[in-house]
């Protein structure tokens, strides 16, 4: 059965930093391409970041660019997001989730499983 | 970037009903078109991929249609369970998700 589990999340200061991962199983991880999605409290979803299987593709949204970091570490199964410069504005729950792939690994675009979140609260 | 427009943002049905969420995209996507179902404190659910492929153990009582900048999920008969928000979501170009449809019981 395919497992994501957020993790990490919690109440940070305004201008602090937080680290959240996101704990993969049930599946091969190292093939999948992974995402972070978040959601503000009472909003809809939206996506801040995609890393492909080794790492070496990544991309963000503008409105985390420079202050959030994407990363996994594929011995250990799990996905990161290294958040810094943190504002009230991303107070949110933060959603990590696999992309689908077909069966000759390529990636299809949307996605096919998630985590069920863990809350970032900013506030001092 | 690419704007994805839903509506309506809340819908009051019954149990039976047959219910239409729009999804709208800012420029053409294809049929590159995803719909999830979101449950509070829940992970979101895949539902159609491809604009109207069902995923894999989804209820045939949901179904995707439209192209280009215009697409429909479609419940056919409501059942206790169905009550949540529904988003879509574009993959042409980037990610972006419509601002979400809460379906709740009339």
């Known amino acids: 059965e395919v497992q994501l589990v957020e993790s990490g999340g919690g109440l940070v200061q305004p201008g602090g930093s937080l680290r959240l991962s996101c704990a993969a199983s049930?599946?091969?991880?190292?093939?999948?391409?992974m995402h972070w999605v978040r959601q503000v409290p009472g909003e809809g979803l939206v996506w801040l970041s995609r890393?492909?299987?080794?790492?070496?593709?990544?991309l963000y949204a503008d409105s985390v660019k420079g202050r959030f970091t994407i990363s996994r570490d594929n011995s250990q199964n799990t996905l990161y997001l290294q958040m810094n410069s943190l504002r009230a504005e991303d107070t949110a729950v933060y959603f990590c989730?696999?992309?689908?792939?077909?069966?000759?690994?390529?990636?299809?675009?949307?996605?096919?499983?998630w985590g069920q979140g863990t809350l970032v609260t900013v506030s001092s | 970037d690419i704007q994805m427009t839903q509506s309506p943002s809340t819908l009051s049905a019954s149990i039976g009903d047959r219910v239409t969420i729009t999804c709208r995209a800012s420029q053409s996507i294809s049929s590159w078109l995803a719909w999830y179902q979101h449950k509070p404190g829940k992970a979101p659910k895949l539902l159609i991929y491809?604009?109207?492929s069902l995923e894999s153990g989804v209820p045939s009582r949901f179904s995707g249609s439209g192209s280009g900048t215009e697409f429909t999920l479609t419940i056919s008969s409501l059942q206790p369970d169905d009550f949540a928000t529904y988003y879509c979501q574009q993959y042409n170009n980037l990610w972006t998700f419509g601002q979400g449809t809460k379906v709740e019981i009339k």
């Open positions: 491809k604009a109207s």
């Open positions: 890393i492909n299987s080794d790492g070496s593709s990544i």
């Open positions: 049930g599946f091969t991880f190292i093939n999948y391409w």
């Open positions: 989730a696999r992309a689908a792939r077909d069966g000759y690994n390529r990636d299809l675009g949307y996605f096919d499983y």
